[in-house]
């Protein structure tokens, strides 16, 4: 799979999920890694997926309500980050989904937050784009070549009318 160069929206969507992250450390009660895995699965998520958080009067604070909402309140895990881990974990994350096309679930099944936080120190003066590129070889990531051929398959089966 190929990487898209990141554009003005782009770069608007990876600073304000950094920021979201960032502030998680304050205004939730779970760790920051069930944080990171509630809000990467969240239908909220799926809003910067596809760019519509851009397009919706959605503020920080409505963020974590949604998330709270659709996962119930909890304070689970003790373990926060720092806010500058969580900021850049963030922001890779969405610059992951964004310049390789893939939704917020898929990331996280490729990249825990466990392992970018050990990344963070070494990497986070890098380029984003750099970053991503050493992640995905270091981790010989293959995610990309299924993602292709099950979307090539779902093809096919609906061109065969066998949906």
Same mark, same amino acid.
């Given at each position: 799979?190929?990487?898209?160069?990141?554009?003005?929206?782009?770069?608007?969507?990876?600073?304000?999920?950094?920021?979201?992250?960032?502030?998680?450390?304050?205004?939730?009660?779970?760790?920051?890694?069930?944080?990171?895995?509630?809000?990467?699965?969240?239908?909220?998520?799926?809003?910067?997926?596809?760019?519509?958080?851009?397009?919706?009067? =959605?503020? /920080?604070?409505?963020?974590? +309500?949604?998330?709270?909402?659709?996962?119930? #309140?909890?304070? !689970?895990?003790?373990? $926060?980050?720092?806010?500058?881990?969580?900021?850049?974990?963030?922001?890779?994350?969405?610059?992951?989904?964004?310049?390789?096309?893939?939704?917020?679930?898929?990331?996280?099944?490729?990249?825990?937050?466990?392992?970018?936080?050990?990344?963070?120190?070494?990497?986070?003066?890098?380029?984003?784009?750099?970053?991503?590129?050493? =992640?995905? /070889?270091?981790?010989?990531? +293959?995610?990309?070549?299924?993602?292709?051929? #099950?979307?090539? !398959?779902?093809?096919? $089966?609906?061109?065969?009318?066998?949906?």
């Amino acid at each position: 799979m190929k990487q898209k160069e990141i554009n003005k929206d782009g770069l608007l969507i990876c600073n304000l999920q950094a920021k979201i992250f960032e502030n998680s450390i304050e205004k939730t009660q779970v760790s920051s890694e069930i944080f990171i895995r509630r809000f990467m699965n969240s239908k909220v998520a799926k809003l910067f997926d596809n760019g519509a958080i851009l397009q919706s009067n =959605i503020q /920080e604070d409505d963020v974590f +309500s949604m998330i709270e909402e659709q996962y119930g #309140k909890s304070s !689970y895990g003790t373990v $926060k980050y720092s806010s500058n881990e969580m900021y850049w974990i963030g922001y890779i994350y969405r610059y992951f989904c964004f310049t390789y096309d893939l939704t917020s679930t898929q990331v996280y099944k490729v990249i825990k937050p466990k392992q970018l936080r050990g990344l963070y120190f070494a990497y986070h003066t890098l380029d984003p784009a750099q970053t991503i590129e050493r =992640i995905i /070889e270091a981790n010989d990531i +293959s995610i990309f070549d299924k993602y292709d051929i #099950k979307k090539q !398959y779902e093809l096919f $089966k609906k061109i065969r009318g066998k949906q």
